[in-house]
């Protein structure tokens, strides 16, 4: 079994209060930690490639906790669907 260790340095994240940013950040790491831990979409991006840009679409950020949830969720997602070669 493979082990992934994911850090993130810096997220700076204007405009979100700070019960969003909690919010934010715990639905972020929830979802990426579902999206690296299935097997099937592993065995597509593991092999090695450069992602210089990642266009992740748009997204909307909606007012209070929900919101920042769901762009938490949003942002991962697009994050797994820009690691596929």
């Known amino acids: 079994m493979s082990r ?5 340095d810096k997220l700076v994240l204007r405009g979100l209060d700070p019960a969003g940013q909690r919010a934010f950040v715990a639905s972020l790491q929830r979802e990426m930690e579902s999206i690296l831990a299935d097997p099937a979409g592993r065995s597509e991006w593991a092999r090695s490639h450069r992602t210089p840009v990642l266009r992740s679409g748009s997204m909307s950020l909606e007012p209070g906790g929900a919101g920042a949830r769901k762009f938490g969720s949003q942002v991962a997602r697009g994050i797994g669907r820009g690691l596929k070669p």
């Open 4 to 8: 992934i260790h994911l850090t993130i």
